[in-house]
């Protein structure tokens, strides 16, 4: 059972080093991030019952228990911090903001955005339980050569396809996605589909390094050959993604890497001919293929987007003289941090709520004495979705305080003195080499934290755990002593405890994984139906009540939730009280137009106008925002505001290309306006045909424009022949419609056009 076990262990963690890159779901409502996470913690679940099952087969045979590694030991006051915090959220929620199982919607959001941290320490747990000896740890470096060497062949065939414009990337095929050759960005125009490089370049930078420990002590001439090829095409790619927080990682990494490795170098014990002759291959040539691989990178990566002419140079000159858009953002994302760490500086606020509670802090800088600074620095924020700080540091500071953070320092303290006491200790010379490569990975990633988060990204993080694990593995012949001491009855006793504690948590963290999948899949079928013409409201209201109900601490599904309230049901207090509830667990910064939206309908026009100028702030280009100032200026008749903003919409729509669900209200608001309440006439007519050209082929449920085109026609503009022709059209619609009485008005009015025409002949 014990052998099956460890088997089954080993096996996840290689399958999950190539799901955790690859695992993605078209028909799940976050396509790629969140369903990667789902199958790390899926992961994580099944390798808890592994584990258990592998602790109870030890207990019964008498034999040493597999147990935690030591380090874990610093994260159990974590644990009463964690409690703490959910104690607090028990006290200070409202009646009115628990999840239906009976929890506080903000105690659900904390496990929803804990889960994945949980399977991080299981799989570090069981990589440093199951990887120790170094045939296992070299089968997991095959599987991890073969999963860089497949990441950095999409690359290269990425940057082909931008540069010569030939459908070369399977993403591309898989996906139906479109070549971007005259990008945006520079990272658009070398990456057109592959997503955000900085995610591909953050995986390189920490993978590389267990690779060059695997090279250093490799005896085989072709698998060196073929890891100084993927090395140098990794290094290619990594430099070509123009990413600071790879460089960043890379960097930190790599003096990690030689300062251990000068250590070792001079207090290892046994030099034995063969590892001295591994340390001595032909370097020259290795440096050689890197620097080309650098040349080449630095060749791509200093092309410059049209209309820009920044080098490569003049970006690293601007960041390096903290300078420039991605300074100021992380600037300005860390200003935020610490005015929301100020209000609990020892616990800090929970897990995830920087993301939560980010909108509200920028509304009360933006509205504070200081606002006129901050709006500049808004205006350079890619998006309003603030996810993360972009420095793992200040983000547990912020979520957990200075205690969290000082705990979750001495767990990867314990971890470095653990790993350096068996790299400097061992007699086994490649035993070490191995370990500085997996060490140096990890430093890669905490080098990378600085300037952005890889233990939030899913392939990031599930390498980071298994490396770390392997670095501080005890060795199979570390003191023999440990890991042949016979155990009491006691201890067996205890050891079948721990594993039905393992199951038990197994079950629960793949039901977990399994519930937000089926959520997943849920929502995104209920949004799908909300969203599309000819959709069915009932049905997507039960798929995302379903998935509210599976998943109390997303807040995607309350956003939809509440929108299919406001636009099927018509009922604004519902859709509010959705959208307060999504407060707590939603960091969807569209929330605040919907909250407008419904406080327009429910003719609270001060809220409305508060929440609206606020979003003029922080987006004042942003689809829908001109539209709901004119509909708020309309029905406070302030006609030339409202007309003035309605034609906002219209010109927006048409300057970004981005065509927004409110244009063809727009142009019908804005000719009834100037018809009606203004009497230009002629601009009326003009923004109606606006409308019919904006429709194309399509017809309308009601011809409202076709109307009015007609009675300008013929009350305004006197032409007889172009009113009869815009009420032919609308009478074809209104019948079409079954709209009976409308059409027999139309025919009367075409009969005294006919009268009319008579008369004149």
Not at 6 to 24: K, N, P, Q, V, Y
Not at 189 to 209: C, K, S
Not at 387 to 415: A, D, K, P, R
Not at 627 to 650: D, M, N, P, S, V
Request: charged residues 20%; positive net charge; proline residues 4%.
């Amino acid at each position: 059972m014990s052998g099956f076990a460890r088997l089954g262990l080993r096996s996840l963690l290689g399958a999950g080093c190539f799901l955790s890159l690859l695992f993605f779901d078209r028909g799940a409502f976050q396509t790629f991030r969140e369903p990667k996470f789902l199958v790390i913690v899926w992961i994580a679940g099944a390798c808890l019952l592994l584990w258990g099952l592998w602790l109870i087969s030890e207990a019964f045979r008498r034999r040493t228990l597999p147990l935690p590694p030591a380090p874990v030991i610093a994260l159990i006051p974590f644990i009463g911090l964690i409690g703490y915090q959910f104690q607090r959220a028990y006290q200070t929620s409202s009646p009115t903001s628990f999840g239906s199982e009976g929890a506080p919607l903000q105690v659900e959001y904390f496990i929803h955005i804990l889960l994945p941290a949980v399977a991080w320490l299981v799989l570090f747990c069981v990589a440093s339980l199951t990887l120790r000896s170094g045939r296992n740890q070299r089968a997991f470096l095959a599987i991890l050569c073969m999963a860089f060497t497949l990441e950095v062949s999409v690359v290269l065939l990425e940057i082909v396809q931008n540069q010569t414009g030939l459908q070369v990337n399977p993403v591309v095929l898989l996906t139906q996605g479109e070549i971007d050759v005259f990008g945006q960005s520079v990272k658009e125009r070398i990456f057109g589909t592959i997503g955000n490089p900085n995610w591909v370049a953050g995986y390189l930078a920490i993978a590389i390094f267990p690779l060059i420990g695997w090279l250093l002590v490799v005896r085989s001439r072709l698998p060196r050959v073929i890891l100084v090829l993927v090395l140098a095409a990794g290094t290619f790619a990594l430099v070509s993604t123009r990413s600071k927080g790879a460089f960043l990682a890379l960097m930190v990494g790599a003096v990690h890497f030689g300062v251990t490795f000068l250590l070792l170098r001079r207090k290892r014990r046994v030099k034995n001919a063969t590892a001295k002759k591994s340390l001595s291959r032909p370097a020259w040539i290795v440096a050689g293929l890197l620097a080309l691989a650098l040349a080449g990178g630095f060749v791509i990566a200093n092309q410059s987007p049209a209309g820009e002419n920044s080098s490569y140079l003049d970006h690293w000159a601007e960041t390096l003289a903290l300078r420039g858009d991605s300074v100021t953002v992380r600037a300005l994302l860390a200003h935020c941090g610490f005015q929301m760490w100020r209000e609990d500086p020892w616990v800090g606020l929970g897990a995830g709520e920087f993301k939560i509670q980010f909108l509200d802090t920028l509304r009360d800088l933006v509205e504070g004495p200081e606002g006129e600074k901050f709006k500049v620095r808004v205006a350079r924020l890619h998006s309003l979705r603030a996810t993360h700080l972009h420095n793992e540091y200040l983000q547990t500071l912020v979520e957990f305080g200075v205690l969290g953070l000082l705990i979750v320092e001495l767990f990867f303290v314990w971890c470095q003195c653990r790993a350096y006491r068996f790299i400097l200790g061992s007699e086994n010379n490649g035993d070490s080499i191995l370990r500085i490569g997996f060490l140096s990975g990890v430093w890669a990633g905490f080098g990378g934290s600085l300037f952005d988060y890889p233990f939030h990204r899913p392939a990031q993080v599930f390498l980071l755990a298994v490396l770390l694990g392997i670095a501080i593995a005890l060795p199979n012949r570390w003191e023999k002593g440990e890991t042949a001491r016979p155990r009491g009855l006691w201890l067996s006793g205890i050891g079948i405890l721990l594993g039905v504690a393992l199951a038990v948590v197994s079950v629960f963290l793949m039901w977990q994984s399994n519930a937000k999948y089926v959520a997943q899949r849920l929502g995104f079928w209920g949004k799908t139906s909300l969203e599309i013409a000819g959709g069915d409201p009932g049905r997507a209201y039960q798929a995302l009540a379903t998935a509210q109900d599976l998943v109390p601490g997303e807040g995607e599904y309350t956003l939809w939730l509440a929108y299919y309230y406001l636009a099927a049901k018509g009922d604004p207090n519902l859709a509010i009280r959705q959208i307060r509830r999504a407060r707590e667990t939603s960091d969807n910064p569209n929330r605040v137009m919907l909250e407008a939206t419904a406080q327009l309908q429910r003719n609270d026009y001060l809220t409305a106008g508060q929440l609206l100028q606020f979003v003029g702030i922080l987006e004042p280009n942003k689809v829908g925002l001109q539209f709901l100032k004119g509909r708020l200026f309309e029905k406070q008749q302030r006609w030339k505001e409202a007309a003035r903003a309605y034609l906002a919409e219209i010109q927006n729509s048409r300057r970004t290309g981005e065509r927004s669900p409110h244009l063809e209200e727009s142009y019908l608001h804005l000719a009834g306006i100037l018809e009606k309440q203004l009497g230009q006439y002629e601009e009326a007519a003009r923004y109606y045909k606006g409308f019919l050209e904006t429709l194309g082929d399509r017809k309308p449920t009601y011809p409202e424009a076709r109307l009015r085109l007609g009675d300008l026609s013929l009350n305004r503009f006197y032409d007889l022949e172009s009113a009869e022709r815009y009420y032919n059209e609308a009478l074809e619609i209104l019948k079409d419609q079954g709209a009976e009485q409308d059409a027999g008005e139309v025919e009367k009015i075409l009969e005294d056009i006919q009268n009319r025409k008579e008369r004149f002949r």
